[in-house]
């Protein structure tokens, strides 16, 4: 097996580029961070500073290989972000159409910033 077939067989596409997961990602990597600060601390008892940090730098850097290949490090952050955070922040990291709020009525919208229509382009709702 080559390493392009390798890379194939590891990438996970329904998780990467336009179906990349942002608050799967982001928490993925913050993980990665801590979990290369570990091996960096803790390998500086047995290996010493300059080991330590190689170590801990060669963790992060495959870390953030396996996120950019697989589109997470922990096997199911997909469906655990979707279980587990609130909708009102997944839906932050999610694409909307610019100038629309959650389907928020215009009419109502526009009396916040201060503007009102004129009588004859007002919506049946007032």
């Given at each position: 097996m080559s390493v392009s077939d390798f890379l194939d067989w590891f990438r996970q596409p329904e998780y990467t580029g336009d179906n990349r997961c942002v608050p799967?990602?982001?928490?993925?990597?913050g993980i990665?961070?801590?979990?290369?600060?570990?091996?960096?601390?803790?390998?500086?008892?047995?290996?010493g500073m300059t080991a330590s940090i190689v170590l801990g730098l060669a963790t992060f850097g495959f870390?953030?290989?396996?996120?950019?290949l697989r589109g997470y490090l922990v096997p199911g952050t997909p469906r655990l972000t979707e279980t587990y955070l609130p909708e009102r922040i997944r839906r932050r990291f999610h694409?909307?159409?610019?100038?629309?709020?959650?389907?928020a009525d215009v009419d109502l919208a526009l009396?916040?910033?201060?503007?009102?229509?004129?009588?004859?382009?007002?919506?049946d709702d007032e």
């Open positions: 799967c990602t982001v928490l993925n990597v990665a961070v801590v979990l290369s600060i570990g091996v960096g601390v803790g390998s500086r008892y047995g290996a870390t953030l290989v396996v996120i950019y694409d909307r159409p610019t100038g629309i709020d959650d389907d009396k916040g910033v201060g503007v009102t229509l004129p009588e004859d382009e007002r919506s």
